[in-house]
């Protein structure tokens, strides 16, 4: 792997200076929107290459690369339109890719894909998620808009409700917040989708204080953020196994009744049933904001990728 390049892989590999200096960049990003983007990136390529389906994600990195002057080629199906199916290995797919662009947003189905592709790239390679492994740019959004909206991301009590297990964002959201002081998680879930014992691992190693269970009700009272996720259907091994985990924690007036004024509910969306529609207009209801924030933070870590580049 090039060590000279800026890759996005995994969230463990950001420090606490290095989110600050993020979040500050986001920060400026917010008003080069404002002001109608700029040219900085004039010139550049972005590929955004999804074996898994996204909007939010894929759409929110080619609007950020617009904004800062540059284009975009790629595929929102590379398992289909690109060479993979006809046997193409991802490393031989990304070799010949970096010779076409400037930077690599890659979602793909397979937990570590990105490391493989950072391994061979001759370009940054950002990581857009990769099966229920990780999505480090999706935990970056998440805590920025803790940031905003909390005020500060010290001492924060958090609830990540869902599914646990095969929810990617929530790993790598852990990981972004064992960067903080005094940070409480109530990882709540059912029985068959609990956090990864090696998400725990990690959380004991930085002296996280976490608790794992299954009664929503109980801390909702003493949460700041309430981050539900959806529960991942398609990455069950059986239908009967999804069924055992869906439908368990719903976000609807009753729950929000519960929570704190000043607390807010995040969701990485897309959402399917878990927050109910009338939650929406709840001024703690703060998961659209968070999706927009998703363009600022790409925009910051664009930015940084294509800046340690000579083309
Ligand atoms: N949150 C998220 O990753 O959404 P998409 O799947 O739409 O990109």
């Keep these: 792997m090039n060590p000279k390049l800026y890759h996005v892989l995994g969230a463990k590999q950001f420090s606490r200076s290095e ?133 500060q991301l010290d001492g924060v009590r958090i609830a990540m409700v869902g599914d646990l297990a095969y929810g990617r964002t929530v790993h790598s959201l852990s990981y972004i917040l064992a960067n903080y002081k005094d940070v409480q998680v109530f990882y709540i879930s059912p029985e068959n989708v609990r956090i990864p014992s090696y998400v725990k691992r990690y959380m004991d190693e930085k002296g996280i204080r976490y608790s794992e269970s299954g009664d929503l009700n109980s801390v909702a009272g003493d949460i700041d953020v309430l981050y539900q996720t959806r529960i991942q259907k398609e990455r069950f091994p059986s239908l009967e196994e999804y069924e055992k985990a869906s439908g368990h924690f719903i976000v609807d007036a009753e729950l929000m009744s519960l929570m704190p004024n000043k607390s807010i509910v995040l969701h990485p969306l897309p959402r399917a049933g878990e927050i109910a529609d009338s939650v929406d207009n709840d001024p703690r209801a703060a998961y659209f904001r968070q999706a927009r924030n998703g363009l600022y933070v790409r925009m910051a870590l664009v930015d940084k990728a294509l800046r340690g580049i000579n083309r």
Excluded: C, W
């Excluded at 002001?35 to 390529?45: K, L």
């Excluded at 046997?87 to 990105?114: K, N, P, Q």
């Design 19 to 151: 989110l600050d200096e993020l979040f500050a960049a986001a920060k400026g990003m917010e008003e080069v929107v404002r002001t109608g983007g700029n040219r900085s990136h004039q010139g550049a390529i972005m590929t955004t290459l999804f074996f898994e389906a996204s909007t939010r994600t894929r759409l929110s990195f080619e609007s950020a690369m617009s904004r800062l002057g540059g284009s975009v080629i790629g595929t929102e199906n590379a398992a289909q339109f690109s060479s993979a199916i006809k046997g193409e290995t991802l490393e031989d797919t990304i070799r010949i890719i970096s010779g076409y662009s400037d930077v690599i947003v890659m979602r793909h189905t397979e937990i570590g894909a990105a490391k493989r592709a950072a391994a061979v790239a001759d370009v940054p390679v950002i990581n857009a998620g990769d099966g229920a492994g990780e999505h480090p740019t999706q935990a970056l959004l998440d805590a920025y808009t803790i940031q905003k909206e909390i005020g």
